[in-house]
Nanobody
Framework: QVQLVESGGGLVQAGGSLRLSCAAS????????MGWYRQAPGKQRELVAI???????DYKDSVKGRFTISRDNAKNTVYLQMNSLKPEDTAVYYC?????????WGQGTQVTVSS
């Protein structure tokens, strides 16, 4: 069994920064793409950023230039550095990973940006 555990969420003022982490553990043979998604109240879950095993990254347009996704393969961990946060970034952030050919999700971590 594989688990993805997120950490790093919290309350921050607009313009501030947070760094989310997602660590994969368990029976891991390979990790392909990993990504961060978010879901705000009353809205659908949306892709924020993704990183492939080769290091290719892609971002939601509204976070480009503010968020950076990275991964540490030795630690089976993916990070999301979020700068210049805005109130509209408020949501539950979820980590998603394709691990050993299967899809896994973390439990989510709340990010709240006050104006």
């Amino acid at each position: 069994q594989v688990q993805l555990v997120e950490s790093g969420g919290g309350l921050v003022q607009a313009g501030g920064s947070l760094r989310l982490s997602c660590a994969a553990s368990g029976r891991i043979f390979s990790i392909n793409s990993m990504g961060w998604y978010r879901q705000a109240p009353g809205k659908q879950r949306e892709l924020v950023a993704i990183i492939t095993s080769s290091g290719y990254t892609d971002y939601k347009d509204s976070v480009k230039g503010r968020f950076t996704i990275s991964r540490d393969n030795a630690k089976n961990t993916v990070y999301l550095q979020m700068n210049s946060l805005k109130p509209e970034d408020t949501a539950v952030y979820y980590c998603r990973g394709i691990v050993s050919g299967y899809e896994y999700w973390g439990q989510g971590t709340q990010v709240t940006v006050s104006s």
